[in-house]
């Protein structure tokens, strides 16, 4: 489980794990979840037609998962947020369906990009992810005072454009997706950015607390995932899926007997 081709499923995921937790932290206090769905979801498109015209899938994932960060941000700056987003995925899904009708010679990929491939990191997917990882976090400390701000106290931020910084956090949405995807899959990374910080919000309050704790939940809801996925052959995804599920609930029961006890 730790030697070959493994080491660089142990590696790939633990930076995964660190994206998804540092920027779903910030997905769950900005109350952005479908965006979480949406993007990756709709970045999907991307993929198909990449592999539709001969380049690679990543490529296509990534450019269409700025896209579509900068499709929501446009169009929910002068209208509902909600809306903005349910129809950029509409668009971007559509798009897909053509891609794929196109291409019969689609299938392991879709699957792959879908529900996840982590047992089968090779060695030149692991240096890019090392890059996107050190640009995603360094980009979210860069934003870390202004977007906590705007997200906690959106009254008290009076010298920050709210405009600009939604384009910024969306932006960090569509690199921790172009990231992610390949690991885990379109149709659960937004349960490992949801999950953990939704969990480890439940524990505490406090954001520096907080989003070390999903960080650490993130971390163990990968681990665990891989090691399953090894010994059953079963898709990590579903593990994540399930895993993450659990967090949250264990966090919501903690909670309320919290406030039981009090």
Not at 210 to 235: E, H, K, Q, R
Request: with cysteine; net charge positive; hydrophobic share 60%.
């Amino acid at each position: 489980m730790f030697s070959g081709f493994m080491v660089n499923a142990w590696i790939v995921a633990t930076l995964v794990a660190i994206v998804g937790a540092a920027v779903g932290f910030f997905v769950v206090m900005r109350g952005s979840a479908f965006v979480a769905h949406a993007v990756p979801n709709g970045s999907f498109a991307g993929a198909a037609g990449a592999s539709l015209i001969g380049v690679n899938a990543i490529l296509g994932l990534g450019v269409f998962s700025v896209a579509g960060a900068l499709g929501i941000g446009l169009l929910g700056r002068r209208g509902r947020h909600d809306v903005a987003t349910a129809l950029t995925l509409v668009f971007m899904l559509g798009l897909g369906a053509l891609f794929l009708s196109f291409n019969t010679e689609y299938g392991p990929q879709v699957y792959s990009l879908l529900f996840g491939e982590v047992l089968g990191i090779s060695d030149n997917q692991l240096w890019p992810t090392l890059m996107l990882t050190c640009v995603c976090l360094g980009a979210l400390a860069m934003l870390w005072r202004p977007l906590l701000l705007a997200s906690v106290l959106p009254s008290s931020a009076q010298g920050l454009d709210p405009f600009k910084l939604e384009l910024c956090f969306l932006l960090l949405v569509a690199l921790a997706t172009a990231m992610t995807v390949p690991v885990v899959g379109t149709a659960l990374i937004f349960s490992l950015m949801i999950g953990p910080a939704a969990a480890a919000r439940a524990f505490t309050v406090r954001p520096h607390l907080a989003l070390a704790l999903a960080v650490g939940i993130a971390l163990a809801i990968v681990w665990t995932a891989i090691a399953c996925s090894y010994a059953s052959d079963w898709p990590v995804g579903f593990f994540v899926g399930v895993l993450s599920a659990s967090a949250y609930t264990v966090g919501r029961v903690w909670s309320w007997s919290r406030r039981r006890g009090g």
